[in-house]
Each structure stands twice: as structure tokens, then as C-alpha cells.
């Protein structure tokens, strides 16, 4: 008991220097050691290294899991080391939704028959999503949590013992220079020519304790002095251990950008098997003119006409020639051999292909992405096709498909 009496009073002191010497510094009234520029260059590294690791870790948890209520339960089970129970995405809770619709409105039918296909393809986009959630949890989000979690609080603990090195320090110094300064005024005050002996004793006996005060302030010295470098060397260690760290987040965030590529270009897949597969389906309503995506082929009554009227065995493309009669009479369609089809002596274009095109049928051409091609017209002819030539291919191509150049 007594010792631990002692011990507390101990702390008690310590702890009401340095609590003294701090204020000091801060009121200006106290010298304070200050660490070389490398070491300060380390420290405001750390401190940026936290501050933009809890940053990214925060915003890279809401990026993948923005309900907050869901990332507080996982935190909650985090916490209680427990394993985070498996959650179904919105894409798969879309896809259960569309799948059951389908079925009550008639997996047969038309909007039933699309909601299946498009479910199945959420389902999908759900799975993709979990998969780079769990991929990007383990090998991103981990490794900075583990950095703020371990090496982070090491480093911030020897810190702190490093300032109260410092402050034990500072106080050795100032106890030091005080008890020097007392023992060069008592050795000031002795008068040889006192006529009364009694003051130069008292006066000499007092300068003889200031005496022992500095010997005793100088061994406290050096062992704060000791302490202090043996701390700094410590910290200094593990700070320059933080270049290790932006390494070892470097190969993270590689793996995380792969993970996020992978998830990305899954998706997009998926979507253009949809996209294909919707366009089988009949009842597909189509896109508006400013997606990105490979528009529908035009057709037209004339069109329609000269195919039925040309027959499978001789592809046509469609002309609508002068119309001749009342102006409520129908045109008439004339049908022509696309090999027989000549280029006009001037008003053929270059164009630039926007999307693949699979020919329909021997009177159309089919196109490839970012090929160029020469395009031009024919009198009458329907204005969303045009004649595409390529080489020695010629046939009939959709306008929509196409960036007309020149």
C-alpha cells in the first residue's frame, strides 16, 4: 500500500511538471526543444497519411454500400466480431420482383416475357455487385483499416511518449538553469569583510546546497536527455515506416481499379446481352434517338412492299418513284437488283460506322464499328437507307447507323 502511495504521488508530480512546463510553453515563458526538419517532414507525413486514409476508407465504404443504416449494422458487427449476415443487392431484390411480376401477368406475353429477360439480367448485375463489393472489401478497404487500427495507434502512442519525453526534458533544462543561476547569486552574496561571521556562514553553506541542486539537475538532465533519444529513435522508426504503407495502398488501390474494371465491364456485357435479347423479342419498344446504343433499322411501307413484291429469291432495294395520278394514289415500287445500282457522278459522302450491323438480307451490307464506308442516295429512295460501299461490297445501310463525314 505504501508503495503504491508512493507511486501515485510520483505520477502526481511528474504529471504537474509537465502539466506546468506546457503551459509555460505556451504562454511563451518556457524554452521548448525543437525537433530537426527531417522529423517534422515525417510527422506532417503521418498526419497526412491518416487524415487522407480515414477520408478515402470513409467515402470508398459509401461508394460500395450507401444505405447508412446497413453500414452501421455491419460496423455494429464488426465491432462484436461477429460475421455480417449475407444481404440481398438491389439488383437481385429488383430481379425477384420483375421475375414474380412476370409470372402473375403471364410469363407468355410480351411485357411478361421482357420482365423475365430483364430480371435475369439484374440478377446478374446483382451478383457482379457483390462480388466486387466482397473483392474490394478484402483487398482495399481492410488493408486501410488495419493501417488506422494497428499502425496508426502504435504510432500515435509513441508520439504521445515522445512529447512527454520532451516536456520531462524541457523541465530538466529549466530546473538546471534555475538551480545555476541561485547558485551564482549565493556564491555573489558571501562579503569577506563582514565583521559578523555568522552571515558569511549561512552564505557559504547556502551556496554549497545550490552546488549539490546542480549536480542533482545535471544527472536528471542527462537522463531525461538519455530517455528522449533513445523515444525519438523509436518514433522516428515507425514514421518512416509510413513509405512502406503507401506501398503496400499503392497494390490496394491496383487491386481495387482492377476490381472496379471487372465489375464495369461485367455489367456492360450484360447489358448488351440484353440489349440483343430484347431486340428478339417482339412488342420491344425501342430507344430514344440519344442513346448510345446501336439504333433500330428503319423500315418503311415501300420498303415493306418491294421485299414482298421482289421475293426471297432476288434481293431489292426499295425506290419510290414520281407518283403519277391523284395525289391520294398510292406510289408504285419499283425493285432493283443492288448490282445493278451505280454510283450518281457526284453526291456520294463518306461516312464513319457508329455501331455493328448485321445484314438482314443479301440487298443489305453489313457494317462493322469505326469502319468508313461511301454512301450515297438514289432518286426516291426511302431517306433513312442509303447505299453503302465498301471495296467491292455494295448494299443497302441504316442512316441511323451511320456519321455522315464529307
Not at 455489367?267 to 423479342?281: A, E, I, N, V
Not at 456520294?348 to 440487298?363: E, F, H, I, P
Not at 451490307?365 to 467491292?392: A, H, K
Request: aromatic share 8%.
Amino acid at each position: 500500500m505504501d508503495f503504491n502511495m508512493k507511486k501515485l504521488a510520483s505520477d502526481a508530480g511528474v504529471f504537474f511538471t509537465r502539466a506546468v512546463q506546457f503551459t509555460e510553453e505556451k504562454l511563451g515563458q518556457a524554452e521548448r526543444t525543437e525537433l530537426d526538419a527531417h522529423f517534422e517532414n515525417l510527422l506532417a507525413r503521418a498526419d497526412s497519411t491518416k487524415n487522407w486514409t480515414e477520408k478515402i476508407l470513409r467515402q470508398t465504404e459509401v461508394l460500395l454500400q450507401p444505405n447508412p443504416s446497413a453500414r452501421v449494422e455491419e460496423f455494429l458487427y464488426e465491432k462484436l466480431d461477429r460475421k455480417v449476415p449475407s444481404r440481398v443487392t438491389n439488383g437481385e431484390l429488383l430481379a425477384q420482383y420483375m421475375i414474380e411480376a412476370a409470372n402473375d401477368f403471364g410469363p407468355g406475353t410480351p411485357y411478361g416475357k421482357t420482365l423475365i429477360k430483364v430480371g435475369e439480367t439484374q440478377r446478374r448485375l446483382g451478383g457482379a455487385e457483390r462480388d466486387f463489393i466482397h473483392s474490394s472489401s478484402i483487398n482495399f478497404l481492410s488493408p486501410l483499416r488495419n493501417f488506422l487500427e494497428g499502425d496508426w495507434r502504435t504510432i500515435s502512442k509513441e508520439r504521445r511518449i515522445l512529447q512527454n519525453r520532451r516536456l520531462d526534458l524541457d523541465a530538466c533544462k529549466a530546473r538546471l538553469k534555475k538551480a545555476k543561476a541561485a547558485e551564482a547569486k549565493a556564491a555573489a552574496v558571501p562579503d569577506f569583510n563582514e565583521t559578523r561571521p555568522r552571515n558569511y556562514i549561512l552564505s557559504a553553506s547556502a551556496s554549497a546546497l545550490w552546488s549539490d541542486e546542480v549536480e542533482k539537475a545535471e544527472h536528471e538532465l542527462r537522463l531525461a536527455q538519455s530517455e528522449f533519444d533513445r523515444q525519438a529513435e523509436v518514433t522516428r522508426l515507425l514514421l518512416e515506416g509510413i513509405s512502406s504503407t503507401h506501398v503496400n495502398h499503392l497494390r490496394c488501390l491496383h487491386e481495387f481499379a482492377e476490381a472496379q474494371a471487372t465489375y464495369y465491364a461485367q455489367c456492360y456485357q450484360y447489358m448488351l446481352d440484353l440489349q440483343k435479347q430484347l431486340g428478339r423479342l417482339p412488342g420491344t419498344f425501342v430507344g430514344n434517338a440519344e442513346s448510345t446504343s446501336p439504333p433500330p433499322v428503319p423500315t418503311s411501307p415501300a420498303a415493306i412492299a418491294a421485299a414482298a413484291a421482289a421475293g426471297p429469291a432476288v434481293p431489292t432495294i426499295p425506290v419510290v418513284p414520281t407518283v403519277v395520278g391523284g395525289p391520294n394514289s398510292a406510289p408504285a415500287v419499283e425493285a432493283l437488283n443492288p448490282d445493278d445500282v451505280k454510283p450518281p457522278a457526284s453526291g456520294t459522302r463518306k461516312a464513319r460506322v457508329l455501331y455493328d450491323y448485321d445484314a438482314a438480307d443479301s440487298s443489305e451490307l453489313s457494317l462493322f464499328s469505326d469502319e468508313m464506308i461511301t454512301v450515297y442516295s438514289l432518286p426516291g429512295m426511302d431517306p433513312d437507307w442509303l447505299i453503302g460501299e465498301r471495296g467491292n461490297q455494295k448494299g443497302k445501310v441504316p442512316v441511323t447507323y451511320l456519321e455522315l463525314l464529307s
